[in-house]
């Protein structure tokens, strides 16, 4: 018992020493707010739960190193105390961190993902925060050294009863904060649970993934329709899928759909030949991805599926519901199928979606080139997709048609390009500040988006060198040849840099172009499109009918009916829904938005005090949706979600 009790107050110390650190950081940042003092108290107890776990979890671990010799075992213990307190005090520096940049603190979902590719991150954390890994290290050796110290001297003992008394203060107090929380979802709760401390944030998000999925209510599941599942030979023979053109589909990483030449990017050359095949094509320049992170809005492509599947953050460990990609369906209609990515598709689970209950004839992306050589994006240069593809297709031997997908990656942060290639804007460098994922000097901001637009150009380059081999091989005029990118690009627009964090335009909103073979029909149109409308499209092309499980629209004939979701389950949680010209979300940081985006483009002003009718319209559907979402994956059994498909909104 006693040396439970040391390890208790070694975990109790270092919480504290974590939090008085927070607090102080906060008063030499001008960010402490002297009216939250009184709540700081109730964060710290809401903490209890995880200093109780850490302490049984680490005693645990110490008592299986008894069976070591003596010197043995106090070498075993301080590696892990230290390798323990390592992670800890680093996990929340980087949380405090990224408070500062973007004022959200690291949930649980989000350090899950830290943790999977520690080896990914790494890296990256040494370049960027060297300073204070080495300041934690040492830290973090020193408690360790006197912790060890203590935890093997019998001569020294704790109070059983102190330690008593200390459960039941925190017991109380912890469970009068939770009541705090989960009961009263007012303005103090939520400065406690989104304000104030690190591992306070993270304990509520762990709770929060704990709790259970609640039924929704019976006015969103009026009308609600769930196509019954089909075989997929079935739906293929019942359609008229007759011709069948090629099928290359390009998808781009994080370019906003103001950055192209044409839609009047002020930088002129930046994207020539995404801009002249774009111009053999009908433009989509209000195309909204699904999410503002490529794992929610890649997958959601590939399925025309909206990403809301749970509450916390998705990374496809369980894929137990009807799942049916283009892929799936035009191999079972005799097409070959193709695909060749730049990035690490295990990134967040992408891979294990895009092949549960999927075959895919052929597949390469970055791994089967680095294995375990991997770096903070571990991608390969897009320049090795292209010529893989290239190969593919020189190499192809059937007369069977095609299905390719090809990802270029370059355009993704750090927007890092091979030395040899061209770069035209200058300056671009960013080795001289501090130049990170979620914050670097804006006084630096010029060097940036010349970097990015030297990215775009190489990809764009990528893609032209793939349209000219198709074009000197006959593959060009009779293909369906479709150009989107995954979501947006913030440059502090709108408060954030890059993406993953919030639903305004800039991360949102993207271009889609569709090559149609033989269509004299080009140019483009302003109605608002989903990226998960871009299957049910290519079938259109293609001559079949939408598939029940799809959630998008086929675009091309008639405008999309309806509104288009969109949410962020990265770092800042966000949900939101465009009926155009209004648009509405809620985040966690920026709280409730309601925008114009036709009278108001730059989403400079919130609406939600003049037009109160319109903002009660759009929660109530953007409600039902999610609680219809959430109905179909939550509540339903396995063996009920393989009879129907998910509802249609």
């Not at 949380?95 to 690291?106: A, K």
């Not at 295990?346 to 390469?364: I, N, P, R, V």
Request: negative net charge; aromatic residues 12%.
């Amino acid at each position: 018992m006693h040396k439970f009790i040391k390890t208790f107050y070694l975990w109790l110390g270092l919480f504290t020493l974590c939090n008085l650190i927070s607090i102080i950081s906060s008063v030499v940042l001008q960010s402490f707010r002297s009216e939250y003092l009184s709540l700081y108290p109730v964060a710290w107890t809401l903490q209890f739960p995880l200093v109780f776990l850490l302490s049984l979890v680490h005693y645990g671990l110490n008592h299986l190193f008894s069976l070591l010799p003596a010197t043995g075992k106090k070498i075993a213990r301080l590696i892990l105390c230290t390798v323990a307190s390592i992670l800890f005090m680093g996990t929340y520096v980087a949380s405090q961190l990224m408070f500062v940049e973007i004022e959200s603190f690291i949930a649980w979902d989000a350090l899950r993902v830290a943790l999977d590719n520690t080896r990914q991150i790494i890296p990256d954390i040494g370049r960027s925060n060297s300073l204070e890994l080495i300041a934690i290290t040492l830290l973090a050796a020193g408690i360790s050294t006197l912790y060890v110290r203590r935890y093997h001297d019998h001569e020294q003992k704790h109070s059983s009863k102190i330690f008593s008394i200390l459960c039941v203060l925190f017991l109380a107090t912890s469970a009068a904060g939770f009541t705090l929380i989960y009961s009263s979802p007012d303005q103090t709760s939520d400065r406690i649970r989104k304000e104030l401390l690190p591992t306070t944030f993270l304990t509520l998000s762990i709770i929060d993934g704990m709790l259970p999925s609640v039924e929704p209510a019976a006015s969103a599941l009026v009308d609600l329709v769930l196509e019954p599942a089909i075989e997929l030979n079935d739906y293929v023979a019942a359609g008229s899928l007759q011709d069948k053109p090629n099928v290359f589909f390009i998808m781009l990483e994080s370019i906003s759909w103001d950055h192209f030449g044409v839609t009047g990017y002020n930088r002129k050359n930046v994207s020539p030949n995404l801009d002249a095949l774009a111009r053999d094509s009908i433009i989509f320049p209000r195309s909204y991805a699904t999410a503002n992170h490529s794992n929610y809005s890649q997958t959601s492509v590939h399925s025309s599926q909206y990403p809301l599947r749970r509450k916390q953050l998705d990374r496809f460990e369980n894929v137990d519901y009807p799942k049916i990609l283009l892929f799936d369906i035009l191999s079972h209609a005799g097409y070959q199928t193709a695909f060749f990515s730049a990035q690490n598709e295990d990134w967040q689970g992408m891979k294990s979606f895009t092949h549960a209950h999927t075959e895919l004839e052929h597949y390469f992306h970055s791994k089967d080139l680095l294995g375990s050589n991997i770096g903070i994006e571990s991608k390969i240069d897009d320049s090795l997709v292209r010529t893989r593809a290239t190969d593919f297709l020189e190499d192809k031997n059937d007369n069977r048609p095609l299905f390719m997908y090809l990802n270029f990656q370059a355009t993704h942060f750090p927007y890092d390009i091979p030395d040899e290639a061209p770069r035209p804007f200058l300056p671009c460098s960013t080795d001289h500040f501090k130049y990170k994922f979620f914050h670097y000097d804006q006084d630096y901001q010029e060097n940036v988006i010349n970097k990015f637009d030297n990215a775009l150009h190489y990809v764009d380059a990528q893609v032209g060198e793939f349209i000219s081999y198709l074009k000197e091989n006959g593959l060009y005029e009779n293909s369906v040849i479709v150009i989107a990118s995954d979501h947006g690009e913030a440059f502090y627009g709108s408060g954030y840099p890059t993406h993953g964090t919030s639903l305004f335009e800039d991360q949102m909103r993207t271009l889609t172009t569709f090559k149609v073979p033989g269509s004299t029909t080009t140019g483009s149109r302003e109605d608002p499109i989903s990226l998960i409308d871009i299957n049910p499209t290519i079938l259109e092309v293609l001559g079949q009918p939408n598939h029940p499980n799809f959630q998008g629209q086929p675009i091309l004939a008639v405008p999309r009916k309806g509104p288009i979701y969109i949410l962020s389950h990265g770092i800042i949680k966000s949900y939101g829904i465009i009926d155009y010209p209004w648009k509405y979300f809620t985040s966690a940081r920026d709280g409730e938005w309601l925008l114009n985006l036709e009278t108001d483009p730059s989403e400079s002003t919130d609406l939600a005090g003049q037009h109160k009718g319109q903002l009660r319209r759009l929660k109530q559907q953007l409600d039902m949706f999610r609680q219809r979402q959430m109905y179909y994956y939550n509540i339903l059994t396995e063996e009920d979600r393989h009879k129907v498909y998910p509802p249609q909104h």
